[in-house]
């Protein structure tokens, strides 16, 4: 439980203790629910961060990342109010450039802390708040790690509501620069007054009362690396003082995070970017091939990191403005599918006041949207990293929600065979886009999609359990070859692996014996730090090269599904390396019967 899950727990109590002690005099319907914790489920909303940074003519015609204004975030917010809020959109995010003006020149206050530039938003950041506040809506805003250069003032800028302490005592007396853009001095969090400069920005935006706040350049991550850019106690100093201040504010941190730290952003944030920006930074607000298809390899290892109260964020969602977004409509949806399984938060850079119908329609699919809203958790990869996937969740009712996805730059047919979701026979299939029930399907359903296209459906199992029989890696019986070794693997089903298997390492394994010809969804168990491709063939027949999806380090396990034809009798299955590296082999489990 983090120190603000407490401070609410607390709260709640307190409110209690007072009710009780008056229960004769409150009416029961005065009584209001307590609130519910922050990113209790993927956060909704919108952010303006992909309009400035878009060349599409007239986004920014005062120059680049000129988009910000008040007036602009007016017009946001009266369309997400319009047009997105009953969907569960609720988060009007203001990103960076809000107190900097049109040449990127920073402004601060007596104090060291961002103030707002006066042409880009002459009210104040207090007054766009309570506006977006005037709408039903959540106020977002931002700010880099660290202390920004501009506000060093000589190091004799005083701390708010901190006697005797000023810059110079809150950063290494070397001036050490830090964040994804050496643009802020890195503070030291071993000096008391540094966290009293955090305070009193936390104090500042809670005031004003923003509910939600993006710390960028966030390291390990953002490009950088080493302790100079380590700022886990920035974030950790971030939670600390946010909970000081007795408002909800979500704390959300940025971008590529580093896995190593991934401990840390679950226990001081509430969101974590796991990959690079989004936008393109052409002329649309993103491409498919710049980054929106980056999130597929890089997305699985993180799947096991999300949960209630931190999510993993792909950043944002821009499906809903046609060619200003840059993709065909099968890589707006597909794009809108991946966000939707993985429960990333659902937070579109899109222009609201013209959003096209066909972008309406996937950003208010409620079918969708309740997938990533749902309880089950997110869905993973249960196929290689190949250019046709299939990712799946199993819902608490017992459902699946299945994603098939064609990633390659031409029509393909995908299936999603229900022996690799861990059952057999038959099941009813709902189609959640069209909103359609496609009938009973027997083993598998199969779909061609066009080039980057997707289908997202509910799958519905009325078969029996998958039973399977488990071959570890590591027997004796089977064969190693070139590099390849046997290696402790606390994580392993044994408690071995096959490890090294690269330029030309391989493993055989041997006596996999079924009852039946045919075709079998073999489940591999497989170790790998990295995305690693392996040949993978049964009796020396044509492999095939599959990659394998990281899993985040070299202790976790993961598995995906192959298919493999066996005859009947004894069969071997191998794993050659190549020229390349492959990922480590826990074990193999072969179902009873064929697919």
Not at 17 to 34: E, I, R, S
Not at 354 to 381: F, H, K, M
Not at 446 to 466: I, K, Y
């Amino acid at each position: 439980m983090s120190s603000r899950t407490s401070f609410r727990a607390l709260r709640s109590m307190v409110v209690l203790a007072l009710t009780a002690g008056f229960a004769t005099t409150v009416p029961a319907a005065a009584q209001a629910d307590p609130p519910a914790p922050v990113a209790a489920k993927p956060y909704m909303g919108w952010s303006s961060w992909s309009m400035q940074s878009s060349k599409y003519p007239g986004l920014n015609p005062d120059g680049d990342y000129s988009y910000l204004t008040e007036a602009n975030v007016a017009k946001q917010t009266d369309a997400l109010a319009g047009k997105l809020k009953k969907y569960g959109y609720d988060y009007l995010n203001i990103d960076a450039g809000w107190w900097m003006d049109k040449t990127w020149k920073s402004g601060y206050d007596q104090y060291g802390r961002q103030k707002a530039d006066p042409v880009r938003f002459p009210s104040g950041m207090k007054a766009v708040a309570d506006r977006i506040h005037s709408k039903g809506l959540k106020a977002g805003i931002y700010l880099p790690a660290g202390l920004e250069k501009g506000a060093y003032g000589d190091g004799k800028t005083p701390i708010w509501n901190a006697d005797g302490c000023t810059t110079a005592d809150i950063v290494y007396s070397d001036l050490r620069t830090t964040n994804g853009w050496d643009s802020a001095y890195k503070i030291d969090f071993s000096r008391p007054c540094a966290q009293k400069y955090i305070d009193s920005q936390a104090q500042l935006i809670a005031g004003w009362g923003y509910d939600f706040l993006k710390l960028d350049g966030v390291g390990p991550g953002s490009g950088k690396s080493g302790d100079q850019y380590d700022n886990v106690a920035d974030v950790a100093a971030w939670n600390k003082a946010i909970t000081a201040t007795g408002r909800p504010i979500h704390l959300e941190v940025s971008w590529s995070l580093d896995y190593g730290h991934a401990a840390d952003w679950q226990k001081y944030s509430n969101g974590w970017r796991i990959d690079t920006d989004v936008e393109c930074y052409c002329n649309t607000l993103v491409t498919w091939e710049n980054s929106v298809d980056d999130r597929w390899d890089d997305t699985p290892a993180w799947t096991d990191k999300a949960g209630p109260g931190g999510w993993n964020d792909l950043d944002s969602l821009d499906v809903g403005n046609g060619a200003m977004d840059g993709l065909t409509k099968a890589e707006r949806q597909s794009y809108a599918t991946l966000w939707a399984v993985a429960k990333s938060p659902l937070f579109t850079g899109d222009d609201l006041t013209r959003l096209d119908d066909y972008g309406l329609s996937l950003l208010t699919n409620r079918e969708v949207i309740a997938v990533d809203q749902s309880d089950a958790p997110p869905a993973r990869p249960i196929t290689p990293s190949d250019s046709q996937q299939v990712w799946a969740a199993k819902n608490p009712d017992g459902t699946y929600t299945v994603a098939l996805f064609n990633l390659a730059d031409s029509p393909a047919a995908v299936s999603a065979n229900w022996t690799a979701l861990g059952f057999t026979g038959k099941a009813a299939v709902r189609d959640l886009w069209n909103h359609e029930d496609l009938g009973t399907y027997t083993n598998k359903v199969t779909q061609a999609l066009p080039a980057h296209g997707s289908r997202l459906f509910t799958v519905t199992p009325h078969g029996s359990a998958v039973t399977a029989t488990a071959y570890e890696a590591e027997a004796t019986t089977n064969t190693l070859s070139g590099n390849a070794v046997v290696a402790d693997c606390s994580a392993c089903s044994g408690g071995h692996k096959v490890g090294n298997l690269y330029v030309g390492g391989k493993l055989t394994i041997n006596n996999v014996v079924v009852a039946k010809a045919g075709t079998y969804q073999v489940k591999i168990a497989y170790v790998s730090g990295d995305a690693r491709s392996a040949a993978v063939s049964s009796n020396g027949n044509g492999a095939t090269s599959h990659k394998f999806p990281s899993t985040g380090d070299w202790g976790t396990v993961g598995t995906v599904s192959v298919p493999l034809t066996l005859k009947a009798g004894a069969n071997t299955i191998t794993f050659d390396s190549g020229s390349g590296y492959a990922p480590d082999i826990d074990r193999i489990d072969v179902p009873k019967s064929s697919s």
